[in-house]
């Protein structure tokens, strides 16, 4: 059976809220090492790939594999229920037919359970490779976020241009063009402020800005986001978390450049 | 495949004719081992020589029953090579074996119980040593557990179908040739050499099954068995091949012929919608109880029970008309006027003979189908020349057609009351309106309305931002499968 307790329910609202928008329904894989989910998107150009390691638990206990099938939607509702700073602890039995949820307030001496009916969910798992990407940029996350919903109202897809100095997030659109430029710059006080830069050789491409912006809804499970590029291979989004990531692949838009 | 590993098996009764197991030791039977190419693939396989041994050596006994020692005794004469069957343990439902003496009257009659019989793969001609004393195999191994639960059956085999890829070879099937020189050319003459040896009466046994299948020519006196030369004739050998497919199909276990019946059997189209009912009656009607009959009398005279055709169709028709209209599916008058009319008189003269069993196959539809499994029984012992020669002269002698066509006729029964029953189940709400402006293609656009359907049901699930992420513009963008590979489900 599980039985994994989270000492902030926040964190789990916070991916699931970031991901419902690009899946539906999926897997959550349980394990010994912990709780991971791997899922694409309806058109198989994006994937998320999470991992909540067992130290982010407290206590966890797994004693064999279970995929929980939920339904984001539903998981949502009721973990909207839950406050942030609630204790969340989940449960589930060896061959689970749903899911409790447990939600303690410490201040208020509140207790409330829920149960959500899973479903079979028949998912592939796909492998993937540890990738050398070309060029590695971890920037603060609302700074990314920001970039993508300004540039967004403009075009469909930004291009994104990393040379040895700066990275340039371009995009052009039926009113005009637009683009931001960023340098690396270190921030004494607050290390989430800086942004750095590393390469191996420059690259130059172009991605869906709609899809970037659903990804940028995990902005607050991190002050920092990295963004991994290659060319010829899907752009790496990652949110780290205490103990796991979030990470959402998409793939680039080879070909008609607008 | 390892060699230590103990065997089950169900070996030929011994030749006492004796079921009383008292006098043990009277039994004079031994059992080799021998490899053939397999007539059929002709891969090498094992085969079980089944022969009288010497009254010194001990006997050998089976773990089977006395009641199927009997049912082999009654073979003894002819049979003496026979064929090992693996029933195999199935790996989804994993079982073992546990061997042990029936211990109470072990002391009192020891040979008499029935034990197990290991037998060591290796491919062996002498005959295995068991149990002389029975403290001596109490102390061996008085129980034994194993693993691997396979089962080996030997059954009687003609010896002819290892003789036949030889015989109907081009070397041998031209000119006569004695045994002798018959066997000595055959692939695995040694071990013709060795079951002669063994069993006597083999050689004997041997010639007459030849006779059956072969033209002889006398060298010397009428009765010098020795002297007789053979050579292969084909009319002897399909003539016999199928007597044994007849005899087969007659044979068949009560589980098959249930089974073929129930395949064959019309489905009970009572949910069979009255438009659905015009349009295939009127094609039905046209090439069944004319087809049919036709060719059946055209080109087989000695089929049998075929003149019940005529009689049997009609009143499978009516039976299905007469529940349809039972179930006041009736359609548009107009249409149906003409039909309704036929179909009420013939349900008029037949409903006497209608009766439960109706939806049952016609007999000889029924002998057919038998044949044809009969013939998938046969048709492994048999070179592929000779199995394909084999099918086309059955057919020919019992001609497929009217199996063929009840086939198809079938499999549009079938089709139609999948699709009245689908109509009937999504839509038990709707009314007789509903039915009659479904009209003929009802089950088609039943399935589209869903399919809309479901995906309605789909989509409303759907957050409203997934909806709009599935509108985004992908072009240009390869899929994730592109990239990752699948990995093994975990």
């Known amino acids: 059976m599980l039985e994994a307790r989270l000492e902030q329910a926040q964190i789990l609202k916070k991916v699931v809220e970031a991901i419902k928008d690009l899946v539906q329904d999926c897997n959550f894989d349980c394990n ?26 407290s206590p966890y206990r797994c004693d064999r594999n279970i995929a929980l099938g939920i339904n984001l939607n539903s998981l949502m509702k009721v973990l909207r229920a839950a406050a942030n700073e609630d204790l969340l602890t989940l ?26 009916k899973l479903m079979d969910i028949d998912q592939e798992h796909l492998g993937i490779p540890e990738t050398e990407y070309a060029a590695t940029i971890t920037l603060p996350s609302a700074e990314f976020q920001r970039i993508c919903r300004d540039l967004s109202a403009l075009s469909e897809s930004v291009s994104i241009e990393a040379t040895k100095d700066s990275v340039k997030f371009a995009c052009s659109g039926d009113i005009g063009n637009g683009s931001v430029t960023l340098r690396p710059h270190t921030n004494l006080e607050d290390e989430g402020k800086s942004t750095k830069l590393e390469l191996t050789e420059p690259v130059n491409l172009t991605f869906s800005l709609k899809y970037l912006v659903n990804f940028c809804k995990a902005s607050s499970l991190s002050s920092t986001v990295t963004l991994c590029l290659s060319n010829e291979v899907p752009l790496l989004v990652e949110y780290k978390m205490g103990a796991g990531y979030l990470r959402f692949y998409l793939a680039p838009k080879i070909g008609d450049e607008e | 495949m390892a060699t230590a590993t103990p065997r089950v098996f169900i070996l030929p009764a011994t030749t006492s004719s004796t079921s009383d197991s008292s006098k043990a030791g009277t039994s004079t039977a031994e059992h080799s081992i021998l490899t053939f190419n397999h007539p059929a693939t002709d891969v090498p396989t094992r085969y079980l020589i089944h022969h009288p041994s010497s009254p010194s050596s001990s006997s050998t006994s089976s773990t089977k029953d006395s009641s199927n020692n009997n049912s082999n005794n009654s073979n003894d004469g002819g049979a003496f090579i026979y064929e090992i069957l693996k029933v195999a343990n199935p790996a989804h439902s994993p079982r073992s074996w546990l061997i042990a003496p029936d211990s109470a009257p072990l002391s009192l009659n020891p040979q008499s119980q029935s034990q197990s019989q290991s037998e060591p793969q290796n491919q062996k001609t002498t005959p295995e040593k068991e149990q002389p004393n029975p403290s001596e195999k109490e102390d061996d191994k008085s129980s034994l557990i194993i693993k691997d639960a396979h089962l080996y059956l030997t059954t009687p085999l003609d010896p002819l179908y290892l003789l036949l890829p030889h015989l109907s070879s081009p070397k041998t099937s031209r000119n006569f040739l004695s045994l002798d020189d018959l066997l000595e050319s055959h692939p695995q003459s040694a071990q013709w050499n060795t079951i002669f040896s063994l069993h006597p009466n083999s050689q004997r046994l041997l010639r007459t099954r030849l006779l059956l299948v072969c033209d002889t020519v006398s060298t010397g006196g009428e009765d010098d068995d020795d002297e007789k030369m053979y050579r292969i004739n084909e009319d002897k050998l399909y003539k016999l091949l199928i007597s044994r497919v007849e005899a087969v199909a007659k044979a068949l276990p009560g589980s098959i012929t249930t089974y073929i019946t129930k395949k064959l059997s019309k489905p009970i189209g009572t949910q069979v919608s009255t438009a659905w009912k015009r349009q295939s009656e009127s094609t039905k009607t046209n090439t069944k109880s004319g087809g049919i009959i036709n060719d059946s009398h055209l080109e087989n005279d000695d089929e049998e029970g075929e003149g019940e055709d005529p009689q049997e169709d009609p009143a499978v028709d009516s039976q299905l008309r007469r529940e349809a209209s039972k179930l006041n599916l009736q359609d548009t008058p107009a249409a149906a006027e003409g039909q309704e009319g036929k179909g009420e008189d013939e349900t008029m003269i037949i409903e006497d003979e209608i009766t439960t069993t109706s939806h049952l196959p016609p007999p000889e539809i029924q002998y057919l189908s038998h044949l044809s499994h009969s013939l998938q029984f046969l048709q492994p012992y048999l070179p592929a020349s000779i199995s394909t020669t084999l099918s086309t002269k059955l057919f020919t002698l019992h001609p497929q057609e009217p199996l063929e066509k009840y086939l198809e006729e079938l499999k549009a029964l079938k089709a139609a009351a999948n699709a009245a029953l689908d109509f009937s189940m999504s839509h038990s709400k709707r009314t007789l309106e509903d039915l009659e402006a479904g009209g003929g293609g009802t089950s088609k656009e039943n399935m589209e309305r869903e399919r809309k359907r479901k995906k309605k049901e789909e989509d409303a699930k759907k957050s409203t931002a997934v909806k709009k992420l599935e509108k985004v513009d992908t072009k240009g963008m390869m899929k994730m499968t592109a990239f990752f590979k699948k990995k093994d489900a975990k």
């Open chain 1, 32 to 57: 010994d090492a912990g709780i991971q989910l791997q899922a694409m998107d309806n058109s198989h150009v994006a994937l998320v790939s999470m991992k909540l390691g067992s130290d982010g638990f």
């Open chain 1, 91 to 116: 449960k589930a039995e060896d061959q689970p037919d749903s899911l409790n949820l447990l939600f303690e307030s410490s201040e208020q001496d509140r207790v409330s359970e829920y149960d959500i």
